[in-house]
């Protein structure tokens, strides 16, 4: 006798593709980003950049979903490339605090620029309507995800 319950296949096949997505999305991304970029700093990048301000390491790895060592790790890197600065916090000697560099700056709008001819391409294959009704479901997704930490 199987008590297990059967997961839907709808249910499967929804995250199956989402998971196929994100390995080929990554993949491609990886190969456009200028050489010597990784993916986890052109994310990061282009996070500092939208938010045109300064946040702890912590405070990061929480928007990123990681812990707090493989940040500080990440920060070293790209601290070592020009990409951040990383000051103390003048009240609080064992906070620090990270702003996107003008290097940094130009190396994400650099990547923006490699990756836009994939971004535009799926833009007019998927068309701007079907991309802003996939985007609440997608947001409701990522944010019942994120709930389950």
Same mark, same amino acid.
């Given at each position: 006798? &199987?008590? !297990? /319950? ?21 993949? !491609?991304?990886? %190969? =456009? ?12 990048? &282009? ?7 300064? *946040?702890?390491?912590?405070?990061? =790895? *929480? ?30 000697? *064992?906070? /620090?605090? @990270? =702003? ?5 700056? *130009? =190396? %994400?709008?650099?990547?923006?620029? &490699? @990756?836009?001819?994939?971004?535009? /391409? ?16 997608? !947001?409701?997704? !990522? ?7």
């Amino acid at each position: 006798m &199987n008590d !297990r /319950k059967e997961t839907d296949p709808l249910a499967i096949g929804l995250f199956s593709e989402i998971a196929t997505v994100d390995q080929l999305m990554r993949a !491609r991304l990886s %190969r =456009a980003l200028p050489r010597g970029m990784e993916l986890s700093h052109f994310t990061l990048l &282009n996070y500092l950049a939208g938010i045109q301000a300064e *946040r702890t390491p912590a405070q990061l =790895a *929480r928007v990123f979903h990681v812990t707090k060592a493989a940040m500080t790790n990440t920060l070293g890197k790209m601290e070592r490339a020009g990409y951040v600065h990383i000051r103390p916090d003048w009240d609080d000697a *064992r906070r /620090k605090f @990270v =702003a996107i560099s003008p290097a940094g700056l *130009r =190396a %994400r709008d650099h990547a923006i620029s &490699n @990756v836009a001819p994939l971004l535009e /391409k799926a833009m007019q294959e998927l068309g701007p309507a079907n991309v802003r009704a996939a985007l609440p479901f997608l !947001r409701r997704l !990522r944010t019942l995800l994120s709930a389950a930490d």
